[in-house]
């Protein structure tokens, strides 16, 4: 543990840098001062509120230089793929390659946020027609074509099928544009029937093992087109290799998000546990690092966890979050409000389940793939959440809707009332925007009442 | 006889019949929209309508519903939790270009065909599904053969009537104002049309214009292919797949370029002067269409988005399309 845990701002962070640097702080090649990146236009970091950690400082400076690392693959003669909708599949395929660098453009969905909207991105997207009754994603438009955040991929490769229909409908329109996407379908998946050969997917859910054998078809296309652009053979060993060395992150995950939401002292705040959790998608372009990144992270809260500290109020609220949110400043906000975060479901529950390594590596990311919490049901996501709010003693659910997204629509309801009906706690649905500057004293105020409500049912 | 009742195009009526249950391709009324989802922000209007509809139908002995759409796909669970009545969610692929997906397409039809077993349905030899699939086909072709020469809303609810009931109403007689006239020519193209969206066509006519093309979900666009006869009778069920799966565009398909390349010609064939987009609000599959459609087409095109309130959409109506028209003209 470096120092008494305590959130702190960026300024605060940059005199703590140097204090650091004073008593011989040793960093990776892309560390450095957290606020140079106010350079990049990252405006949104003048308002966060940050760990103190050296791990959350290497975490911070980790994602912040995501565009840089791309660009340095490049350089050194790899291939770009831009992954796609499929939150955790892909990448797993892509990084078992040492000539292939994968990353979400989706990512582009923060960039309105952290750059507090100076990036035009959602200005370019209205003039293509995707306008604000679309999910924030949009950005990814715009970035598109300003090939201002990321390089442009040598290859996109995008699934389809029993997805949200703002994401496809946006890759489709991108496609229009001129950007040639391989598309990959996932079907729904369903139960399997009587009599159905049945298999267990990873976070326990079963399907029919002919949805299985789908996707592992599909799949067989993903890694054909891998493979031409890698130039060599992406077979079964490499494959393993690279499902290992995924399994690596989402146990480091594992244990972080254990110790994390169940501490009787929260030692790690929400924000850094979101951005932690995102690295399991594509690993931040860095596979290998982002291991470190984790292990260091793990080793920071353990200590943490070992000596009784944390960054808030022995008593915050156990709030169990649904859905990331388009405004990282939400994640302080809440615990400004007396909450703490006790599990997450951020869209890619399946990015956090160990992959099956006693399987041929493509039926396992199948497996995978069909995992999906929003390939399934509402029904099923909510299950996975109940599951999850009784392993981390969560006393509130908070759904944060994402603007436009079409699954926000009707999917809150379901949650909720399967939710209720098992725990009998409270359940707040709340629409984050990119920026939430104007409408913060109303979000501060939902809050407030869920955390107050929580407090008040600990007595009854 | 209860009815088997859906809206998506790529399920197959002659699937249904064939099974010895009444197929019926509904076209919701929006005043049954608030009947189950209350909440209007985020959901498109026509889910509202078809979850509403879907629960309110008397006949009704089963829903069905497809993964077409992702707000269909979530108001299936919707459905189950809040009616008794029995639901079935068909996966039909996004993608169109691969066996793969053509091949779940029909092991679709097959699980279909095992949940219409269970409501008491039977299930048809190759001769049957034949037989059914040559009368709807011939049917359909009478349908088919009516545009020109009845008013656009009365071939339009003909479409329809077909998809409710499998009859071609075409034959009956026709009165006064079911008859043909002239004016601009105009595409109308968009999703499924509510049960009060067909006084679009009166407006249509009455501003000096004529709906030649009928590019929407329930009109011309959600008609399946013709069949191959010989193919029918030798092979119904990849027959079935193909003249549905192959042959219905969309713009929810990945890539959809088939529905542009069906656009291209059908505008073409029918000198269609301008475009009526008519979408739904919270429809982002044909949100994200309309400014590529304006890009892509080279014909004025009118955006009509829809709320289902039709007391404010019809004054909306008066005011823009003749405006459209005018300017056309």
Not at chain 2, 149 to 174: L, Q
Request: overall charge neutral; glycine content about 6%; proline content about 6%.
């Amino acid at each position: 543990m470096t120092d008494m845990p305590r959130q702190i701002t960026l300024q605060q962070w940059d005199q703590r840098y140097r204090q650091l640097l004073s008593t011989g702080l040793s960093e990776p090649s892309y560390g450095g001062p957290l606020s140079r990146h106010l350079e990049d236009g990252d405006q949104r970091l003048l308002k966060l509120r940050f760990d103190n950690s050296t791990a959350a400082l290497r975490l911070w400076n980790f994602l912040l230089t995501e565009e840089d690392r791309l660009h340095e693959a490049r350089a050194r003669g790899k291939k770009i793929v831009g992954t796609m909708k499929d939150l955790g599949t892909v990448p797993v395929m892509a990084y078992s390659s040492d000539e292939l660098a994968a990353f979400y453009p989706d990512g582009a969905w923060w960039i309105p946020c952290v750059m507090e909207l100076n990036a035009g991105l959602l200005r370019i997207a209205d003039s293509l027609g995707i306008d604000e009754s679309f999910c924030p994603v949009r950005a990814m438009l715009g970035a598109f074509l300003t090939e201002a955040h990321f390089p442009t991929p040598e290859l996109l490769i995008c699934s389809v099928g029993a997805t949200c229909d703002d994401f496809s409908a946006i890759a489709q329109r991108l496609n229009g544009l001129g950007y040639p996407i391989l598309w990959w379908e996932i079907p729904h998946r369903r139960g399997p029937e009587p009599g159905e050969e049945a298999v267990k997917l990873p976070g326990g859910f079963p399907a029919p093992k002919c949805q299985v054998e789908f996707v592992k078809s599909e799949l067989r296309r993903v890694q054909a087109a891998l493979q031409d652009l890698a130039g060599e053979l992406l077979d079964d060993r490499k494959l393993s290799r690279g499902i290992n060395r995924a399994n690596h992150v989402r146990t480091y995950l594992g244990h972080l998000r254990n110790l994390a939401f169940t501490a009787r002292v929260c030692p790690l705040p929400a924000l850094e546990m979101l951005i932690a959790e995102m690295l399991a998608i594509h690993f931040c372009s860095d596979q290998r690092e982002a291991i470190i990144v984790l292990r260091e992270l793990v080793r920071e809260v353990k200590t943490r966890v070992e000596a009784g500290y944390g960054v808030l109020d022995a008593d915050a609220a156990r709030i169990f979050w649904v859905n990331p949110v388009a405004d990282l400043q939400v994640m302080n906000l809440l615990e400004k409000c007396g909450g703490r975060i006790c599990g997450t479901e951020y869209l890619f529950a399946h990015a956090l389940d160990p992959i099956p390594e006693d399987l041929p590596p493509l039926e396992a990311l199948a497996r995978m793939a069909l995992a999906d919490p929003m390939v399934g049901s509402s029904a099923d996501r909510a299950e996975r959440i109940t599951a999850d709010i009784n392993r981390f003693g969560a006393e509130a659910v908070l759904i944060s809707r994402i603007p436009g997204a079409s699954h926000c629509a009707l999917e809150g309801k379901v949650i909720a009332e399967i939710v209720q009906a098992k725990y009998d706690i409270p359940v707040l649905e709340m629409e984050v925007s990119p920026v939430t500057d104007s409408m913060r004293q109303t979000l501060r105020t939902q809050l407030e009442a869920l955390v107050e409500t929580v407090k008040e049912a600990r007595y009854r | 006889m209860k009815s088997i009742i859906y809206s998506c195009p790529y399920v197959p009526a002659e699937w249904i019949a064939a099974h010895g249950l009444q197929p019926s391709r509904i076209v919701p009324d929006a005043a049954n929209s608030a009947a189950v989802l209350v909440r209007r922000e985020g959901v498109c209007p026509y889910v509202r309508a078809f979850v509403g509809e879907a629960v309110m139908c008397k006949q009704a002995g089963a829903v069905v519903v497809t993964t077409v759409c992702d707000q269909m796909r979530r108001a299936f669970d919707v459905l189950v939790r809040q009616s008794k009545l029995p639901a079935f969610l068909m996966n039909v692929p996004s993608m169109w270009q691969t066996v793969a997906s053509q091949r779940l397409y029909m092991d679709e039809l097959k699980r279909l065909g095992r949940f219409l077993v269970r409501l008491g349905g039977r299930s048809p030899s190759p001769n049957d599904l034949a037989k059914v699939m040559l009368e709807y086909d011939t049917a359909r072709a009478s349908v088919r053969a009516a545009r020109g020469s009845w008013s656009s809303r009365r071939y339009s609810e003909a479409i329809t009537e077909f998809g409710r009931t499998g009859k071609c109403v075409i034959t009956e007689t026709r009165v006064e104002s079911d008859l043909h006239t002239a004016g601009t020519p105009l595409a109308i193209l968009g999703g499924p049309l509510l049960g009060q969206d067909f006084e679009l066509f009166d407006m249509v006519d009455a501003s000096g214009g004529l709906v030649v093309l009928d590019a929407t979900e329930t009109g011309e666009r959600g008609i399946c292919a013709p069949f191959d006869r010989r193919t029918v009778r030798e092979q119904p069920l990849i027959e079935l797949t193909s003249a549905y799966f192959g042959g219905i565009q969309d713009p929810s398909r990945r890539p959809n370029s088939g529905l542009y390349h069906w656009l291209r010609h059908k505008l073409s064939d029918r000198a269609v002067r301008g475009i009526i987009l008519r979408r739904y609000v919270w429809c982002d599959m044909w949100h994200a269409e309309a400014q590529r459609l304006k890009e892509w087409v080279g014909l004025p095109v009118l955006d009509i988005d829809s709320t289902g309130h039709y007391q404010t959409e019809k004054e909306r109506w008066a005011n823009r399309i003749p405006a459209f028209l005018e300017m056309l003209q």
